[in-house]
């Protein structure tokens, strides 16, 4: 089993701007994926939403600024981290995450304990 | 390793290792990946097989079944290796085999890799993992050049400096791609299998884009003097050839592999013995391959026949491409024909580039200004510019009614858009008739 970061980009403004309804679609979106990752004996090892990148503060080199780390169109706006049996799968779960302002990334974990698999 | 083989000349055995680098690279890359679990190290290991080859076999002669000696020699090696380096390579990621337990490595993967393998012994013995090779390299999650640097690597077994030649990219270039999308492979773990049914249509197709994609290059070779280079043309053609060996209830693969024959049976006539670009309506047909066009023709009759639903995108290509290469000469065409099979392509496959060729089509059964007609209405869409045969076929038709300004004009800027030398030669003498001549319109 490998793990997988699947990061959720999409436009802050279409949460900010779509107001309760909005809300509301993606946290019963988001729990349906949670109930399709079971189905699919995919084990979700953690996962959260993001307060908008406006709240973000970098540091580079020490020095603190507000913002985030580089300004684009569409933001990470959350992520999951799952167990997938191989990249098939990883991705096959992956395209059932909601991001309907943009898409998802997925990255694979890289594995730091000295043993495979 | 069989006693009853006379002994061979260096040069039979050298012949007999190039045949089997030729015939078996794929199968036994393949096999020996399963092993060991580790595209890198299967390369390896199947190249000192090949290596070894040349020894032991002008010693001993060359084994009856040569793909299979190189198997159990290749599939040996990767098992010392790993026994060697069990603790280094543990700490790497490894080829994905569904079905095997993480980590326990080649020996419990779900078979007994070297059982039954005796030297000689017969190639059923080994499963043929082929085409879980070809479907790794054509997985989604690698780029299209990606896909296609190793495809003619792994499954071809090209050197990377051939198919650095054969794109036109320089060696270091083509060097990174290999490896980044071997890393890649490994660090995502990318299975090493064969899609099930459900995605099993989209990731065909990949494959048999890449295939045809390996064909086009070497076919019209886009830059440079040579229209064709022979050697990505031939690559192509064997991958479609085993593709179809390997999957043979599926009409695309069919289709492709005849879309290709067909296609190539024209080769030798594409070009005028001074390196001139030859129209299809120029090329001399006693020279077209008969052989080649028997064999397609035969490949889209059953395909067609095959199953229910309707064909794919390739099929209805080589549909179209047997109408062409079984007319007995240009005007004894079957237009209406292709214009229903163009019709049937323009839903299977929406492109304005099918777009463009139906209108091609309809000009030779409505008259040139209904092709007319289409052609601008693609020009509309925009999603053709730069498209260099966009210009060039406007400028045929304008040519045929007779308007030579405007032709010049389009056969000029079809010019500006290809860089190869072939094509430029004969525009380049389109646009000198058009001007000079002032010939009848056709």
Redesign the interface.
Request: hydrophobic share 35%.
């Given at each position: 089993?490998?793990q997988y970061l699947i990061l959720i980009y999409e436009r802050e403004s279409g949460y900010a701007e779509g107001g309760p309804e909005v809300w509301e679609a993606a946290g019963k979106a988001h729990g349906r994926f949670a109930e399709q990752l079971a189905e699919k004996g995919v084990q979700m090892l953690g996962g959260n939403a993001l307060q908008p990148t406006q709240t973000a503060t970098t540091i580079r080199d020490d020095i603190v600024t507000d913002g985030p780390f580089t300004e684009t169109k569409e933001a990470l706006g959350g992520y999951y981290l799952i167990e997938a049996?191989?990249?098939?799968q990883a991705?096959e779960v992956a395209k059932l995450c909601p991001a309907p302002f943009g898409g998802v990334e997925?990255r694979?974990i890289?594995?730091m304990s000295?043993?495979?698999? | 390793m069989t006693e009853d083989q006379p002994q061979a000349t260096d040069a039979e055995v050298s012949a007999a290792v190039a045949d089997a680098h030729r015939r078996e690279w794929a199968f036994v890359l393949a096999a020996t990946a399963r092993v060991a679990r580790d595209i890198d190290v299967a390369e390896e290991c199947v190249q000192d097989a090949y290596v070894a080859a040349l020894d032991a076999w002008s010693r001993q002669g060359v084994p009856r079944n040569p793909g299979a000696w190189l198997t159990t020699a290749a599939r040996r090696r990767a098992l010392d290796v790993q026994r060697r380096d069990r603790t280094l390579?543990?700490?790497?990621?490894?080829l994905?085999e569904?079905g095997s337990p993480?980590?326990t490595l080649g020996e419990a993967a779900g078979e007994s890799p070297v059982a039954g393998l005796a030297p000689g012994g017969q190639a059923g013995a080994i499963p043929d993992d082929r085409l879980r090779l070809v479907f790794t390299c054509c997985?989604p999650?690698l780029a299209r050049e990606a896909q296609v640097a190793l495809t003619l690597r792994l499954v071809c077994g090209l050197a990377t400096a051939e198919i650095a030649r054969g794109f036109l990219v320089p060696e270091p270039t083509m060097a990174a791609r290999v490896t980044r999308a071997k890393k890649k492979i490994s660090?995502?773990?990318?299975?090493y299998?064969v899609?099930g049914p459900a995605?099993l249509p989209d990731r065909l197709d990949a494959v048999l884009t890449v295939i045809h994609l390996l064909y086009t290059t070497g076919h019209t070779a886009p830059v440079g003097p040579q229209l064709v280079r022979a050697e990505l043309v031939d690559r192509a053609i064997g991958l479609a050839r085993m593709l179809c060996e390997l999957m043979p209830d599926e009409r695309e693969a069919r289709g492709l592999l005849a879309l290709l024959l067909l296609t190539d049976a024209r080769r030798a006539t594409r070009t005028a013995p001074d390196g001139r670009l030859l129209l299809l309506e120029e090329q001399d047909r006693s020279r077209w391959d008969r052989t080649a066009i028997a064999e397609g023709a035969a490949l889209v009759t059953s395909a067609l026949r095959g199953r229910p639903g309707p064909p794919g995108r390739f099929l209805l290509q080589a549909a179209i491409a047997a109408v062409h290469a079984q007319a007995p000469s240009y005007a004894g065409t079957d237009w209406p024909q292709l214009l229903l099979l163009y019709d049937e392509l323009v839903c299977a496959w929406p492109t304005p580039v099918v777009a463009l060729n139906r209108a091609v089509v309809h000009a030779m059964t409505d008259g040139p200004e209904a092709g007319l007609a289409d052609i601008e209405a693609i020009e509309r869409e925009g999603r053709l510019a730069g498209y260099r045969y966009l210009p060039a076929a406007r400028a045929d038709l304008l040519r045929r009614l007779g308007r030579h300004q405007d032709a010049a004009e389009a056969y000029r800027t079809a010019l500006r858009l290809t860089e190869n030398a072939a094509e430029q030669a004969f525009l380049a003498g389109r646009i000198a008739e058009v001007c000079g001549g002032g010939g009848a319109p056709e």
């Open positions: 089993m490998s049996s191989d990249l098939d991705l997925v694979p890289m594995d000295g043993s495979a698999g | 390579r543990s700490k790497l990621p490894l994905i569904p993480p980590g997985h999650a660090a995502a773990r990318i299975p299998r899609p995605e």
